[in-house]
């Protein structure tokens, strides 16, 4: 009799277990499900209605990829009839967005808000990229657009009528997925710009820099998701020494002439550390301003060579590998 319960008994524990170990699967799975949605959905998304809180939402997420430009930073005393919805979701590389600020202002604010949009402008070197204008053409109304299709982004201030103006910004989002922006007021391609159109092929006044491969596709870009009227376009160059680096950096200025930010050892610990960890850094900047010509390693890597003009001749300035940046 205590044989049979025996073996009944461990039948029932394996049973157990059995049951056990398929419900933990099956919970694993459900845990690896919800935090993959959220990794890629971030969560709901926050949505705002309260145009008291407007200037907050506008400088919120450092991660938004714009700089909100055509919207105006405060809003006037005379800003009335104001209707504002600010949604902002932290999807997977992209944040998904819907903001939407519709205001009548009074004529003398009406003028200079229609000036600012006139003046917007974003300066990268010499290149100068404004808002685009369109006179009711693709868009319901006449335009001024920061951003059109750029990696499914649109930016752009409306204006539609009686001294009102209506401020659209919509990233990662097809027509049928917004919530406020009616869509009367999107351009008339606009979701067949949204499915035809990444990175650089799309227009955006914060686009600063394209890097091309030999055989002319884009290789990568980079934005200025500021404000800023001017805004710097830096390169580094380099020298390898082992798995340490010695970099100048440049910039250019409004005649498209490189010149020198500043020039520094990235090194590491050990080549551990060059894989895994952050470098160290030693900067010098006496170089700061001066155009930059050229830059190389001595053949014994020992002594880093930077040439550059000091506005009357070209010159070399040395600089002596630390002990510390050397790979023995």
């Known amino acids: 009799m205590k044989s049979k319960m025996d073996k009944s008994s461990k039948k029932k524990m394996w049973i157990g277990i059995g049951i056990g170990a398929i419900v933990g699967i099956i919970t694993l799975h459900a845990l690896f499900l919800i935090f993959m949605l959220f990794f890629a959905f971030g969560g709901p998304p926050e949505k705002v209605k309260d145009i008291s809180r407007y200037e907050e939402m506008l400088t919120k997420y450092e991660n938004a990829k714009t700089a909100y430009i055509v919207f105006p930073e405060e809003l006037p005393e005379s800003a009335s009839d104001t209707d504002f919805y600010f949604s902002y979701q932290d999807t997977w590389n992209v944040p998904t967005q819907e903001v939407y600020l519709q205001c009548t202002y009074n004529e003398e604010d009406y003028q200079a808000e229609i000036r600012r949009l006139e003046d917007v402008r974003k300066q990268y070197g010499s290149q100068v990229r404004t808002l685009l204008r369109d006179e009711e053409g693709r868009y319901p109304y006449p335009v001024y657009v920061a951003q059109d299709g750029y990696w499914d982004n ?17 990233a990662m989002m097809h027509s049928s997925s917004l919530k406020k922006v009616d869509k009367k007021l999107l351009p008339k391609d ?4 949204q499915e035809a159109y990444t990175g650089v092929e799309g227009y ?3 686009l600063k820099d394209v890097n091309y491969n030999p ?7 980079s934005c200025d998701y500021t404000r800023d009227i001017v805004a710097e376009v830096t390169q580094n160059h380099w020298v390898e020494i082992g798995y340490n680096m010695f970099y100048v950096t440049t910039y250019l200025n409004e005649h498209d002439e490189e010149l020198i930010k500043e020039c520094s050892f ?5 080549q551990h550390d060059s894989v895994y960890g952050l470098p160290e850094t030693i900067v010098y900047t006496e170089l700061a301003d001066y155009p930059y010509k050229d830059l190389e390693l001595s053949a014994d890597k020992g002594t880093t060579i930077v040439t550059y003009y000091d506005g009357t001749e070209v010159k070399e300035k ?4 630390p002990e510390e940046v050397r790979v023995n």
């Open 154 to 170: 649109f930016e752009y201030a409306m204006l539609t009528g009686e001294n009102q103006i209506t401020y659209i910004y919509t």
């Open 266 to 270: 990235y090194y590491y610990k050990s």
């Open 190 to 193: 606009f979701d067949e710009r």
């Open 318 to 321: 040395r600089y002596v590998v």
């Open 204 to 206: 955006t006044i914060y």
């Open 215 to 221: 055989d002319g596709s884009v290789s990568g870009w």
